[in-house]
């Protein structure tokens, strides 16, 4: 079941500055960063809220680490903006099963590696009303901390 929205992607050309803008406007702070060769970004999460499930809503501001990604490839034809919608799931694969039988592609067999250890995958957005769409499931708290400790 898709409990809350896990964050929103935002692509840009240069995840340093768009961090400072994020910071500088509205008072948000990098909880978390990291690279994602597998998927080709640099990427900073912004937590803006806690959420009723245990989990979280984030930001996820991409820089491409090359052109060919999907996030470079994006940026190229669009420009700056908003890239996808994640929604958060205890079960993503349960969910991504239940929504492949329902006609909407799923595009990995297995779930990958997404941010903070978490296992994602995506929805193509031609089935979705043009939106790019991830499902997430959170990595399981580390022994003896909150979900926030890894
Ligand atoms: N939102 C909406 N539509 C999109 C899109 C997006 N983010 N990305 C591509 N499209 C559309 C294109 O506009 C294009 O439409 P038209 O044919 O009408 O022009 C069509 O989809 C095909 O696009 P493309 O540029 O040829 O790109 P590809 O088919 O090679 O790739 C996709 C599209 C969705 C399969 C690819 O972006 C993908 O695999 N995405 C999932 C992985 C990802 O996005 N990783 C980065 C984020 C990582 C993270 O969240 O942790
Ligand atoms: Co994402």
New binding site residues.
């Given amino acids: 079941m898709l409990t809350r929205i896990d964050h929103i ?1 935002i692509a840009c050309h240069d995840l340093d500055r768009t961090v400072e803008f994020y910071r500088a406007t509205y008072g948000f702070e990098v909880h978390h960063s990291e690279i ?1 060769e597998e ?3 640099r ?1 900073a999460m912004i937590k803006v809220n806690d959420a009723s499930d245990g989990g979280a809503t984030y930001l ?1 501001l ?1 820089e491409p680490t090359r052109e060919d ?3 470079g ?2 940026l190229a ?1 669009n420009g700056e903006g908003v ?2 919608i ?1 929604f958060g799931t205890a079960d993503v694969d349960a969910d991504a099963a239940d929504i492949r039988e329902k006609g909407v592609r799923v ?1 990995y067999d297995e779930p990958r590696t ?2 903070m250890g978490s296992r ?1 995958t ?1 929805l ?3 089935d979705c009303h ?3 769409t ?1 499902l997430v499931t959170a990595a399981p708290p580390a022994e003896g901390g909150s979900p926030e400790d890894h």
Wanted: no cysteine.
């Fill in positions: 992607g994602n998927q080709g970004v990427e996820q991409l990604s999907a996030v490839k994006w034809k890239h996808h994640a595009l997404g941010s994602i995506f193509h957005p031609k043009g939106v790019l991830e």
